[in-house]
């Protein structure tokens, strides 16, 4: 018991840092940044890998690669992923937004990735 002690206080230490705005990505680039891990997504299902290959394969090639398209750090976008999903109202402006520029590209007919 007197171990555990210590562990749940670097726990809550470290889990109770103040996220800030200036710390995340600005919403107009996690919208481009998610628009394009959807459409990394879709062509990974559309190859019809076992779930757990998909889920692999779409962490180990297309992410670096969006991350690298994008100028961005996996911990950047990690913390800015859970800093929205964090405030609800906002990420769903986010996920509207992603999927009225999905829609406007796909009447376009230009998907580029």
């Known amino acids: 018991m007197k171990n555990l002690f210590p562990l749940l206080l670097f726990s809550l230490l470290f889990s109770c840092q103040k996220t800030t705005s ?3 990505l600005p919403k107009e680039e996690m919208v481009s940044v998610l628009g394009d891990f959807y ?12 779930r757990d290959s998909s889920s692999l394969y779409l962490k180990s ?5 969006i991350l690298k398209k994008h100028n961005i750090t996996s911990e950047k976008f990690d913390l ?5 999903t964090a405030r609800p109202e ?9 999927a009225d ?13």
């Open 101 to 113: 520029s999905m829609k406007i590209k796909h009447l376009r007919g230009r998907v580029n990735f």
């Open 39 to 50: 459409l990394a997504t879709e062509m990974v299902a559309m190859q019809r890998l076992p």
């Open 22 to 24: 200036k710390d995340v």
């Open 61 to 65: 090639v297309y992410k670096p690669m």
């Open 80 to 84: 800015s992923y859970r800093f929205y």
């Open 90 to 98: 906002e990420f769903y402006v986010i996920q509207k937004a992603v």
